[in-house]
């Protein structure tokens, strides 16, 4: 896995260095942990071999994404770090509610979060990077096992208490907060990102666009062109998403990529059961930039692979340099 994530980055890492120059929830689950969250359940990583010393990365995080299980529920709001993410997936999660995971590779800011727990789709979405690290609140006992074995380095407030902290200004659990730099020493660089995304001069066509709604059971996703900035601004259930510092937050690309919601053997704690979002296969998607909306065509054959898309005529879907948010949305 290790030699064939390396031979991606080596093919992408020209393409991928352009974004270097540019650069969530309430789902009744209590399984979150950290420091003083409630107790009742454990965090992954029993098992693991030792860390790296906080803030000295081992030989095995070199290379190696940061990804953060960002807590997406209005208590959360806003979030920190937000921003400086080079990519964000939304996915749905129990009771048709959303969560967030963002990968870092080209900066690491002093704070992310609020940090909540990591779902089965997490680890199928990760293993198309080489060795992940992925820092995390908890997760439904049954799934920590799974976790603990997955090809990626798990930090949890257990793992790396160091790492985290608890903010004064928002209740548990959505006070928990990560330190990148206790994790990575430095980020490792776009040629990390090994997603399969180009970044180039939009295909011809496509058709106008101000504005896109994406719509989950008890949640949506609003991005709105803004002609001044040549970004899409984000809004979360009707209110502009903004970081902790002021920052709207406001991606240069935006992926509604249609894919399958299946139903998973885990529940939250109410009963409700954990969809698993299939990034593993085929598909179609609208891809946002320039004020523009794009018919396009995803593919992802192995897990270990990125997501290639492709115009209707199968040229290479480029997206605009800057961050990318990806939302699975149900096909």
């Given at each position: ?19 270097a120059?540019?650069g ?5 689950c ?21 860390r790296?010393?906080?803030?000295h ?10 990804a953060v ?10 979030q ?11 996915e749905?999660?129990e ?10 590779a080209?900066q ?13 789709s997490d ?7 080489d060795e ?7 997760a ?14 798990p930090?949890s407030?257990?793992?790396s ?5 608890r ?5 548990a659990?959505?006070?928990?907060y ?5 994790l990575?020493r ?10 399969g995304?180009?970044f180039?001069a939009?295909p ?15 949640a ?18 009707g ?7 002021g920052k ?21 704690v109410?009963?409700?059961?954990t ?22 065509d ?10 290639e898309f ?5 040229a ?8 990318v948010w ?6």
């Amino acid at each position: 896995m290790r030699q064939k994530a390396s031979m991606r980055r080596g093919a992408m890492a020209a393409a991928l260095l352009t974004v270097a120059a540019t650069g969530s929830l309430m789902t009744g689950c209590t399984t979150d942990h950290g420091p003083n969250a409630d107790a009742g359940a454990r965090t992954a990583g029993q098992s693991q071999a030792p860390r790296p010393t906080p803030g000295h990365a081992g030989a095995d995080s070199v290379g190696s994404v940061l990804a953060v299980k960002i807590d997406n529920a209005s208590e959360a709001r806003p979030q920190t770090g937000l921003d400086a993410a080079d990519i964000v997936y939304a996915e749905q999660v129990e009771g048709g509610l959303s969560r967030l995971m963002a990968i870092y590779a080209t900066q690491l800011p002093k704070a992310v979060g609020p940090v909540r727990s990591a779902r089965e789709s997490d680890l199928e979405l990760l293993r198309q990077f080489d060795e992940p690290i992925l820092a995390f609140s908890g997760a439904q006992h049954k799934l920590l096992p799974v976790i603990d074995k997955a090809p990626l380095r798990p930090e949890s407030p257990e793992q790396s208490p160091d790492s985290y902290y608890r903010g004064t200004t928002k209740p548990a659990p959505h006070n928990l907060y990560l330190r990148p730099g206790r994790l990575l020493r430095s980020a490792p660089g776009a040629a990390a990102l090994t997603t399969g995304f180009r970044f180039g001069a939009a295909p011809a066509g496509g058709s106008p666009e101000t504005s896109r709604t994406v719509r989950f059971p008890a949640a949506r996703f609003t991005f709105s062109w803004s002609a001044s900035t040549k970004r899409w601004l984000v809004s979360m259930d009707g209110t502009p998403t903004v970081t902790t510092d002021g920052k709207r937050v406001a991606p240069a690309t935006v992926v509604v990529q249609y894919v399958k919601l299946l139903k998973s053997k885990y529940h939250d704690v109410l009963g409700n059961n954990t969809p698993f979002t299939q990034t593993v296969g085929s598909g179609t998607a609208k891809v946002l930039r320039d004020g523009r909306v794009f018919d396009a065509d995803w593919k992802r054959p192995a897990a270990t692979d990125g997501t290639e898309f492709t115009t209707n005529d199968g040229a290479p879907m480029n997206f605009a340099k800057g961050q990318v948010w990806v939302v699975f949305a149900k096909a």
